[in-house]
């Protein structure tokens, strides 16, 4: 039997697994856990390992059994985890792309409010790729995970079967996130999110972020940015040079898996 605890960032959903349950398969174990007809259900599992520095090193594997570097979701999701076990309103969580600084700013009850440092995010020159229905342009942005950021008028019948296109292209060697973004004036904009390993999901942090600075960058909105997702609103500030995430975590669950 393997303890875990359900938790939700706007819809994005992780199951949190203490380290010392890690089974050797790893990356099965994940995919089974998280499978939503036939385990717990989630878009990837946060497996928490101590740091002999004291921090808490978060090791994402995907819904599909691949690992990630990060989930801003997710990360979030851990924080909310270790407050309710006790620990600090300020965390320093270890991800695949870094430490993450975290600072709750609101609580009640099991639900939780943090803002994180995501750090400098990394912008290339928007290139066009070619796709089943024509040209596709959009703006490289790593949050220490790849994303491409699609800019769009409208969110067409298509769009999930135009991410599954996009994330296969030979040109993005790890795979890649994709976001296609409608922006409804300087300081908000609507996100669609088709992520590497998962698929469509509700929300997602790193990809909150990417749409933003894209959208900062391309002269098309302002900081701070409200990034609207099917499963709830964040706010994304870009100031210095660094990106700071700010949106809710709810722990939803806590249970035995017997798979």
Same mark, same amino acid.
């Given at each position: 039997? *393997? /303890?875990?605890?359900?938790?939700?960032? !706007?819809?994005?959903?992780?199951?949190?697994?203490?380290?010392?349950?890690?089974?050797?398969?790893?990356? #099965?174990?994940?995919?089974?856990? !998280?499978?939503?007809?036939?385990?717990?259900?989630?878009?990837?599992?946060?497996?928490?390992?101590?740091?002999?520095?004291?921090?808490? %090193?978060?090791?994402?594997?995907?819904?599909?059994?691949?690992?990630?570097?990060?989930?801003?979701?997710?990360?979030?999701? *851990?924080?909310?985890?270790?407050?309710?076990?006790? %620990?600090?309103?300020?965390?320093?969580?270890?991800?695949?792309?870094?430490?993450? %600084?975290?600072?709750?700013?609101?609580?009640?009850?099991? !639900?939780? =409010?943090?803002?994180?440092?995501?750090?400098?995010? #990394?912008?290339?020159?928007?290139?066009?790729?070619?796709?089943?229905?024509?040209?596709?342009?959009?703006?490289?942005?790593?949050?220490?995970?790849?994303?491409?950021?699609? &800019?769009?008028?409208?969110?067409? /019948?298509?769009?999930?079967?135009?991410? *599954?296109?996009?994330?296969?292209? %030979?040109? &993005?060697?790890?795979?890649?996130?994709?976001?296609?973004?409608?922006?409804?004036?300087?300081?908000?904009?609507?996100?669609?999110?088709? =992520?590497?390993?998962?698929?469509?999901?509700?929300?997602?942090?790193?990809?909150?972020?990417?749409?933003?600075?894209?959208?900062?960058?391309?002269?098309?909105?302002?900081?701070?940015?409200?990034?609207?997702?099917?499963?709830?609103?964040?706010? *994304?500030?870009?100031?210095?040079?660094?990106?700071?995430?700010?949106? /809710?975590?709810?722990?939803?669950?806590?249970?035995?898996?017997?798979?």
């Amino acid at each position: 039997m *393997v /303890p875990f605890t359900k938790a939700s960032a !706007c819809g994005n959903d992780f199951l949190i697994v203490e380290g010392v349950y890690a089974p050797a398969d790893l990356y #099965q174990f994940s995919r089974r856990i !998280c499978d939503r007809h036939n385990g717990v259900g989630a878009d990837g599992v946060e497996w928490l390992f101590p740091t002999n520095d004291g921090e808490m %090193h978060a090791r994402l594997i995907n819904a599909d059994g691949t690992e990630a570097e990060i989930s801003g979701n997710g990360t979030r999701c *851990v924080a909310a985890y270790l407050v309710s076990q006790g %620990h600090a309103g300020k965390l320093a969580i270890r991800t695949g792309a870094g430490v993450k %600084h975290c600072e709750l700013m609101a609580r009640e009850e099991n !639900c939780f =409010e943090f803002e994180m440092d995501m750090g400098v995010p #990394q912008i290339a020159a928007p290139f066009s790729l070619q796709v089943a229905h024509g040209e596709v342009s959009g703006t490289p942005v790593s949050m220490g995970n790849p994303h491409f950021v699609v &800019f769009v008028k409208e969110f067409g /019948p298509g769009w999930q079967a135009e991410g *599954v296109e996009i994330g296969r292209q %030979h040109v &993005f060697k790890h795979g890649v996130k994709v976001e296609f973004v409608r922006v409804k004036n300087r300081s908000e904009i609507e996100v669609r999110f088709y =992520e590497r390993g998962v698929g469509e999901t509700q929300s997602s942090g790193t990809g909150s972020c990417a749409a933003a600075v894209a959208s900062v960058a391309a002269g098309r909105a302002d900081s701070p940015v409200k990034v609207h997702a099917p499963g709830g609103a964040q706010i *994304v500030r870009w100031s210095e040079g660094k990106v700071f995430l700010r949106g /809710p975590a709810q722990l939803v669950c806590r249970g035995e898996f017997l798979g």
